[in-house]
Antibody, heavy 118, light 107 residues
Framework: EVQLLESGGGLVQPGGSLRLSCAAS????????MTWVRQAPGKGLDWVSV????????YYADSVKGRFTISRDNSKNTLYLEMNSLRAEDTAVYYC???????????WGQGTLVTVSS | EIVLTQSPATLSLSPGERATLSCRAS??????LGWFQQKPGQAPRLLIH???NRAAGIPARFSGSGSGTDFTLTISSLEPEDFAVYYC?????????FGQGTKVEIK
């Protein structure tokens, strides 16, 4: 059974950093592109970043470019999102998801909440 | 980036009624358009990919149509579990973008 489990969310001050993890099971992440999507409280879905199965390339939303870095550790079957220079507007539930061969998000994690506040 | 505009923002219907949701793209996305359903406290779920193809396990009452810039998601007869928020998403180019969502609520 395919499962994705995010962790690492929490309360952080503006300007701070946080690293999110997404542990995958039931499949090998090295053979799939993976993505992060976020959702601010009461708002819609906001695509954040993608990393290809090979690890390159990676793409980012303009709103996070230069501040966030997506990466993967295939030996741990885990996806990461390193978030620096956090802003109040980064407050959201962060979901990781897997892209299938058709480039659709077919499996999602349950999400982890990041709150940026002083 | 490609902007997706969904309408209406809210659709108030009764179980058994037909729901028609619209998604318009700011430029052509061919048929690289998907639809997701999201219920409170849950992750999104893929319903339709490539404009008109149901994802695995999705009931036949869900159907999608359109190409280019105009797309429609139709729920032929609403079941109680279909009341949720629906998002369209384009995969024509990076960055991926979502519409702002349509809430289907019980009338």
């Amino acid at each position: 059974e395919v499962q994705l489990l995010e962790s690492g969310g929490g309360l952080v001050q503006p300007g701070g950093s946080l690293r999110l993890s997404c542990a995958a099971s039931g499949f090998t992440i090295s053979t799939y592109a993976m993505t992060w999507v976020r959702q601010a409280p009461g708002k819609g879905l906001d695509w954040v970043s993608v990393i290809y199965g090979s690890g390159v390339p990676a793409y980012y939303a303009d709103s996070v470019k230069g501040r966030f870095t997506i990466s993967r550790d295939n030996s741990k079957n885990t996806l990461y999102l390193e978030m620096n220079s956090l802003r109040a507007e980064d407050t959201a539930v962060y979901y990781c998801a897997r892209y299938n061969s058709g480039w659709d998000e077919d499996y999602w994690g349950q999400g982890t909440l990041v709150t940026v506040s002083s | 980036e490609i902007v997706l505009t969904q309408s209406p923002a809210t659709l108030s219907l009764s179980p058994g009624e037909r729901a028609t949701l619209s998604c318009r793209a700011s430029q052509s996305v061919s048929t690289y358009l998907g639809w997701f359903q999201q219920k409170p406290g849950q992750a999104p779920r893929l319903l339709i990919h490539d404009a008109s193809n149901r994802a695995a396990g999705i009931p036949a009452r869900f159907s999608g149509s359109g190409s280019g810039t105009d797309f429609t998601l139709t729920i032929s007869s609403l079941e109680p579990e279909d009341f949720a928020v629906y998002y369209c998403q384009q995969r024509s180019s990076w960055p991926r973008t979502f519409g702002q969502g349509t809430k289907v609520e019980i009338k």
